[in-house]
């Protein structure tokens, strides 16, 4: 059988005998819970009001841009 490996405590196990895919265990899955919960790990977000000044920033630049030729 193909092995894989468990992402919190990177033992390698059969994914068949696991009922926590992807995580090798329950505890293991409970242990990765408790990191997303305490913000240890998170997906990054791009705040919208930076955004929207970058934006403005190169809208302005191109209408400068424009002018010019």
């Known amino acids: 059988m193909a092995q894989v490996r468990c992402p919190t405590c990177?033992?390698?196990f059969d994914p068949?005998?696991?009922r926590a895919l992807p995580f090798c265990s329950p505890r293991c899955r409970q242990i990765?819970?408790?990191r997303w919960l305490n913000e240890d790990i998170?997906?990054?977000?791009?705040?919208?009001?930076?955004?929207?000044?970058i934006l403005s920033e190169e809208d302005s630049l191109r209408s400068d841009e424009s002018e010019n030729d």
Not at 42 to 52: A, F, H, K, R, W
Request: glycine share 10%; charged share 30%; proline share 5%.
């Open 10 to 12: 990177g033992k390698s």
């Open 16 to 18: 068949q005998a696991s």
């Open 32 to 34: 990765d819970l408790g």
């Open 42 to 53: 998170s997906i990054p977000v791009t705040d919208l009001s930076e955004e929207d000044s």
